[in-house]
Every structure is written in structure tokens, then in C-alpha cells.
């Protein structure tokens, strides 16, 4: 295993940490001041929109996606280093670079299920930033943490399906311009192979019979630049038997065709996330003096920054192991490290968020610094695309499988 980053990587990593430095960080503030001037929290704000243009003119879009034809055809192991950079500010900088979820995941979905004319109508459009999407799978009165659980029905009827259903924190969905539902629901509810009952089909939002029913916030977020999260109704909303994705049945090979890369994305992310909220630490313990003497010469101060890189260290290491297992095995070969780095990296990332936001006391808790909103970000990657526990039976059952 040699993560040594290649020449390729080098560059892109070195435009994009001076476009951070440049244009992203100055932005956080200037974008939280000009949203709070929106008519809607859900409008584009406008430094966003000026973002993402100069990405596009610096070559720094579309970065996530291995296919080179739609992106910028990296493998998993070359992106890795470039998400932990775009997390050391999460809510701006994959939104900047249309490498955001659940955008991503459904550009990939599209990428390697979609046949031509979906690719044309829906995909093009996302990979060039002109629209957005929503990914609705979780419902609200199942737990969705079992996707077999899944109630919404699409039932076909002639030449359509009719989709009847209920889902909720579906992201993307509050965003103006999203324009297009990917939407898991069960077309075989009574059919044998409890994994073959469910099948994706897209649904335009200005569909009759879809409606927004209201906003969900995240620990008392919107989550404004990932477009929100929102709780859906289908009420026998009808589209083409044509919007299928892949085939009737294949709804549950899908999704974990889609979260399996989405779950590394995230951790990727998350070190970015530790990263920065180091660095914060090491400021806040080098610029603020308590008890006669500066945080940083308090002894419980060195242990929570020690651990901290300690931690960091050793979740990039198996991050990028992971990265590298899944472009050389592929994500099956790869299961064991994808669940793993998905149940270690949110829970250490919460641990060291939390230390540094009791190091910047009243502060840390505040909208002055990012501590508080990365807290609720990482707290919820221990819910999102699985629960903890849920990869912790996987896995359990996987180890044990040999001595049974």
C-alpha cells in the first residue's frame, strides 16, 4: 500500500488549498451575513453562486466523480486528500465545487444506472451546476435504518408508476432549484427476496401529487447550503415507466452502490473537520490566559490536542486504506474497512470537536466560530447512511462468520 499522493494530486491539492485560503475561508462569514438577508433562508446566496463560478474557472468541479467523461475521473485514493481539505469547511466548500451530497451520490446513481436519456435530461444539468436533487429514502414511520422496512408503494399502472409514500429529512429537497426526486420504494412489497422489493424511479418536484410538507432542521440547523432538509409527501404521483432507474428489484443494489462511496466521502470530510478544529484549539490555547498562565501551558490542554493528532493520524491512515482497498478490490473487497472507517471516524471527530469547543468556552458554542454547526455535522454522520449500530452488527457477524 503506498499512499504517497501522485503528481496529479499534488496539483489539485495545492490549487485547492490556495483557493480555500483565498475565497472560502474570508467567505464563511460573508455568507452567513448576506443568508440572514434573504427574503428565504432557501434562496442561492449570492457569494455562493460568485464561489462557484470561480471553481469552475479554476478547474476545481466536479472532483468527486471517478468517471472521466462527467468528472474529474480520480480515483478513490486521489480524492481522499482533496475532501478532507474541502471539509475543513463543510457547508461552503463541496457546495462550491458540486461535490456535495446527496448531489453526489445522485450523479453517481445516474452515472452507472442511468440510460441515455436520463443522463441527458437530469445529469448533465447537475454535473454543470444548474440544478439540484434529493435522494428520498428514509421514511418517518418505519426505521429506515432497515431498508427492507421501506412502506412507500410504486405501483405500475400501464405505461406509469404511481408513487404513494411518506419521507422525511430528505436533503436537498428545501433548495430551489432541486429539481428532481430519486425515490426508493418497494414495487414488489409481497415478493419473496425481501432485497429485490424495492426499485428507484425519478420524479420530477413539480410533479402533481409531490408535495414539500415542511422543513427538518439538524440540531437546530437548516443546513441551508446542502438546500435543506425536508419531509415529502407522494400522494399517487404519477411519471413515465421510463423514469426507472436500472430495473424493477434493483432499488436495493443501488442504494448500497451509492452509499458505499458516499460513506468514504464523509470520513473524508470528517478528517477535514478534526483538522480544522485542531487548529482552532491550538490558537484558542496560545491566545487566552486563565488562572495566571496561557490555556496552552494547561496540562489537560496538551492531552486533548495529543490525542487529538494521535486520533487523526491514525483515522487518515485507514481512511486511505480504504480509499485504496476500493480502487483496487472494489467496494465489496472493501466492505470490511468501509464499515469500519463509518462507525471510528464520526465518533473520534465528535470526541475531538467536543474538546475544543469546551476550550473556547461560551465561544465555542456560538456562531462565531464553525465548532458548534461541525459538532452537529458530525454528530449526525453517526446516524446518516447507516447507523453505528447497524455496521457494528455487519461487521460483528462478518468477523465471527469464520469460527462458526
Not at 133 to 142: G, N, Y
Not at 388 to 398: C, I, K, M, Y
Request: with cysteine; proline share 5%.
Amino acid at each position: 500500500m503506498d499512499f504517497a499522493f501522485d503528481a496529479r494530486t499534488e496539483e489539485l491539492r495545492a490549487k485547492l488549498l490556495a483557493f480555500m485560503d483565498e475565497y472560502v475561508y474570508p467567505a464563511e462569514a460573508v455568507a452567513h451575513e448576506q443568508r440572514d438577508r434573504l427574503a428565504s433562508p432557501w434562496e442561492n446566496v449570492p457569494v455562493v453562486e460568485e464561489l462557484k463560478a470561480e471553481a469552475r474557472r479554476q478547474g476545481l468541479w466536479n472532483l468527486f466523480l471517478p468517471d472521466s467523461e462527467y468528472g474529474a475521473g480520480l480515483t478513490n485514493l486521489q480524492y481522499a486528500p482533496l475532501a478532507e481539505i474541502m471539509g475543513r469547511s463543510p457547508q461552503l466548500a463541496p457546495t462550491v465545487t458540486n461535490c456535495a451530497a446527496p448531489d453526489t451520490g445522485n450523479m453517481e446513481v445516474l452515472t452507472q444506472f442511468g440510460d441515455e436519456q436520463q443522463q441527458k435530461q437530469w445529469l448533465e444539468p447537475l454535473l454543470a451546476g444548474e440544478i439540484r436533487s434529493a435522494f428520498a429514502m428514509t421514511e418517518p414511520d418505519v426505521a429506515s435504518s432497515d431498508a427492507t422496512n421501506i412502506t412507500t408503494h410504486i405501483e405500475r399502472d400501464g405505461d406509469e408508476y404511481v408513487i404513494t409514500g411518506r419521507k422525511w429529512y430528505i436533503s436537498g429537497a428545501m433548495h430551489p432549484d432541486c429539481k428532481i426526486f430519486i425515490v426508493m420504494g418497494k414495487t414488489d412489497p409481497d415478493g419473496e427476496d425481501v432485497r429485490r422489493q424495492q426499485s428507484m424511479v425519478l420524479v420530477p418536484r413539480d410533479t402533481p401529487g409531490v408535495a414539500i410538507e415542511r422543513a427538518m432542521q439538524v440540531f437546530g440547523y437548516e443546513d441551508h447550503y446542502h438546500g435543506g432538509h425536508a419531509e415529502v409527501i407522494f400522494d399517487h404521483a404519477r411519471v413515465p415507466v421510463s423514469n426507472l432507474v436500472g430495473e424493477e428489484g434493483g432499488g436495493f443494489a443501488i442504494a448500497q452502490a451509492r452509499l458505499g462511496p458516499g460513506r468514504i466521502h464523509h470520513c473524508m470530510r470528517l478528517i477535514g473537520m478534526a483538522e480544522r478544529a485542531i487548529e482552532l484549539m491550538c490558537r484558542r490555547a496560545v491566545s487566552r490566559h486563565a488562572f495566571g498562565k496561557a490555556l496552552a501551558q494547561q496540562g489537560v490542554v496538551h492531552n486533548w490536542i495529543a490525542d487529538a493528532r494521535v486520533t487523526v493520524e491514525q483515522l487518515r491512515l485507514l481512511v486511505l486504506k480504504t480509499a485504496w482497498l476500493m480502487d483496487t478490490v472494489g467496494n465489496r473487497g472493501a466492505h470490511t474497512e468501509i464499515q469500519s472507517i463509518k462507525i471510528a471516524t464520526p465518533r473520534a471527530v465528535v470526541d475531538i470537536l467536543d474538546r475544543a469547543i469546551q476550550l473556547h468556552g461560551a465561544g465555542g458554542v456560538s456562531q462565531d466560530f464553525p465548532l458548534a454547526e461541525l459538532y452537529a455535522g458530525a454528530r449526525t454522520l453517526m446516524i446518516a447512511d447507516g447507523p453505528d449500530e447497524v455496521h457494528q452488527r455487519s461487521l460483528a457477524r462478518r468477523e465471527l462468520k469464520q469460527y462458526l
